[in-house]
């Protein structure tokens, strides 16, 4: 009986603790300026691969003393770049660079979204080249930022 008790106060415990590790991290708003003496950068698309290499090899053209690091833990700054699905079907491009300070805290250091006008509508082959484009275009606004800190 005792060690049945223990079992289930052992999950309660568990259940509670849970939501705790799973917390979003808390956001800060920094400046692009923090950018100034970044060595390292790593570069998050999810899972693909097609975008990161765009990204990465507009950097490396632009900012070639910048290393772009494999893993997230070695870097000083995160390019987290994604395409988001709009209501009305279009899909717009969204890109930040994030500084984590530690914990469970990061800085946004810039954000940058996409706009196009509805012309550019989605099935289009002008779409399509948009497709390719938008994460060269975060990764440009990323280097213009980087340079301005920088330079």
Known sequence: MR???????????????????????????????????VTKVFVNTNANVRQREMIVNTITKYLPNLQVVSRPEDAD????????????GQREG??????????????????????????FERGSIVSYGLEHARPR???????????????
């Open 94 to 119: 969204v890109g930040t660079v994030v500084k984590l300070v530690g914990g469970n805290r990061e800085r946004v250091l810039l954000s940058v979204e996409d706009e196009f006008p509805p012309i």
């Open 3 to 37: 060690l049945r008790i223990m079992g289930q106060l052992a999950l309660l415990v568990f259940a509670c603790a849970l939501p705790v590790f799973a917390q979003d991290p808390t956001i800060e708003y920094g400046h692009p300026d923090e950018l100034r003496g």
């Open 137 to 151: 275009m975060f990764a440009r606004e990323f280097v213009k930022a980087y340079q301005k800190a920088n330079g």
């Open 77 to 88: 700054i995160h390019l987290r770049f994604s395409l988001r699905e709009l209501r009305n």
